[in-house]
């Protein structure tokens, strides 16, 4: 495995930096969870497609680039280390898109690809429900076919990016008489289908960053099944690898935390309590490790390697390094943390990162299983 990065992969780099540094927007936008914030990241999203920014490594007949997984990586480190909006799209290109490219059929991929890249249709994920919490296999959703439709009925809840989206992915039971991981399948769900109601869920904060759903004899096309009848739980498991894997969290998203946490420190100069420094320094080593640790294992992918259960282990990573990074820099701002704005609001949202994307306990049951080969107690 070689590390070392090639010259296409440095001009690469260049050009994607040149363009930021050109192109960012002059001032924030909007929260994307509030209405007006949502539409404003989704013309960044417009503006990132019409430059060929959006999905660099998609194909270039959806407005792609055909990049390289590691030249995707790059990407994401310097969208990062910019400062550049999040984005709002992230269900869809992230978690939907590698789904949809391997389950797809090729006229469902030529309708939606091109509208997620660009950011004309915003993805909800509509997975959890009230009583399933981590337990998916446990779903009670139901969509009956009735024709060429599917009837639903049922609620999802914690549906991220639910208030604004155009489209929700769903996982629904489409055979009510079956049990857990059988009879499932993935529905691709119009936000304005008859007999869905939306509930807008606000954080502590009061942005609507959830929603809740509401079937109500909803009826949604059997087109719009991704895969095949029953196949739900394979196909939400493509998706929950890309969620737990590289897709979701690349690392340029903690590096350049892990570098915004070093300048603070400097910054803070002799007011800095030296027994922090340690702190500082084991948040900015983990975050390269788990830099290099995604470019040995793009590398295998690039091999034709696969992710399997190792997305387990690289999400209690992230998520765990995600928390220490923003409460090292609390602990460092002491009594002025809580006005820290950036710093605060980026600790509160990753206390839910070892939640969502699957538990991290699950997700070390998984680890224990399937990597480790330890026995069932």
Known sequence: MDLTFTPDERAFRDEVRRWLAENHPPEPLAPMDTEAGFEQHRQWERRLFDAGWSVVNWPRKYGGRACSIVEWLIFEEEYYRSGAPGRVNTNGITLLGPTLFEFGRPEQQDELFPKMASGEHIWAQGWSEPDSGSDLASLKTTAVREGEDFVLNGQKTWCSRGAWADWIFCIVRTDPDSERHQGLSYLLVPADAPGLTRRPVGRLDGEPAFAELFFDDCRVSADNLLGEEGQGWSVAMATASSERGLNLRAPGRFLAAAERLAELYRSLDEAADPGRRDEVVRAWMGARAYRWRTYQKASELQAGGTMGSEASYMKVFW????????????????????MAGEWMSGYLFALSGPIYAGTNEIQRNIIAERVLGLPRR
């Open 319 to 338: 998520s765990e390094l995600d928390v220490e990074l923003h409460a090292t820099a609390l602990r460092l701002l002491g009594a002025d943390g809580e």
